[in-house]
């Protein structure tokens, strides 16, 4: 018999070897939340912090981190986060 709280709650489980699995929904949401934080990477330094095309990619990665956070990988997200104001510096 299949446990219900597995269902109902599809967190990423740590393998041997310190390996994460993730549920779908979660692998798109950190991979979209990677590719917005690429493209701001881009964007930075040839558009205005006021252009509407800037404010709407941090608005986007501002709610794809709240999705991340959503659904159990809000500290994977932090550390895409970080790892690119690391290379930012």
Known sequence: MTDERNL?????????????????????????????????RELVNTLDPSDSRMKLLNKALYSTFLDCAEEGVGDDAKNLLAQQNQNAN
């Open 8 to 40: 109902n709650n599809p967190t990423p489980s740590v393998h041997t070897g310190g390996l994460r699995s993730y549920t779908p929904m979660q692998l798109f949401l950190l991979t979209r939340l990677a590719s917005l934080i690429r493209q701001r």
